[in-house]
Each structure stands twice: as C-alpha cells, then as structure tokens.
C-alpha cells in the first residue's frame, strides 16, 4: 500500500473479485474483443478516493470503472492424466487456458 490517498475500486467480474487502479494492467477471462477496445465493469463493489471509501449493499449504483484491451494471453499449460490399473490405459493431455489483459482507464464513482 503506498498511501491513503490512493485511488482504487473493487470490482467483480467472471466470479472473481480484483483490486484495480488507474494504470493498473490486469488479466480476466478470456472476452472475443480486438486489441484497443474498452470494458466497462459496472460491478463495483467499493471505491477509495483520497483516504474515504465507500462500499456498496453489494454494489455501488453508478460506478463503473473503464479498462482498455491490450491483448489475449495463454496461461501456463496444466496437465491432466488418466489412469486405469492393470490395462495399460494411460492418457495425458495438456490445457492452456487464454486469457484477456486489460488496461484500466478510469474510475468513475
């Protein structure tokens, strides 16, 4: 934490909760947008703006924070394997999920 005039939000998107900032780049689930377009996340759960927050029952009405797209990711590749006794049945494959960076712009709220 550098202060307590930082200016953050928590906002909610894809079942998960991020602590964002103006800058701040971020990785989300994967969205089917081009490089350069913008996210609105309208679930704001609090919003700190020069020492004073404020928290939302469960959601601020009205804030939004605004992000640009930066581009698609693939994350570390995970491993799944199968196995069955006595068969000699073994399968391994292999998973990559992508993921979507976003830069925040704006915090409205």
């Known amino acids: 934490m550098t202060g307590a005039s930082e200016h953050y ?14 800058g701040q780049v971020l990785e989300i689930d994967f969205r ?13 759960l609090a919003v700190s703006k020069g020492g004073k927050i404020t928290i939302g029952k469960p959601m601020l009405k009205g804030a939004t924070v605004k992000a640009a ?7 570390e ?9 006595r068969k000699n049945y073994r399968r391994r494959t ?10 925040i712009d704006s915090i409205a709220g």
Do not use: C, N
């Open 69 to 75: 797209v930066v581009g698609s990711v693939q994350g």
């Open 32 to 44: 089917h947008l081009p490089a350069g377009s913008e996210v609105v996340f309208d679930h704001v």
């Open 94 to 103: 292999g998973h990559r999920s992508i993921s979507t960076k976003v830069r």
């Open 9 to 22: 939000a928590i906002v909610a998107d894809g079942g998960r909760q991020y602590r964002v900032s103006e």
């Open 77 to 85: 590749k995970i491993f799944v394997q199968k196995f069955a006794r």
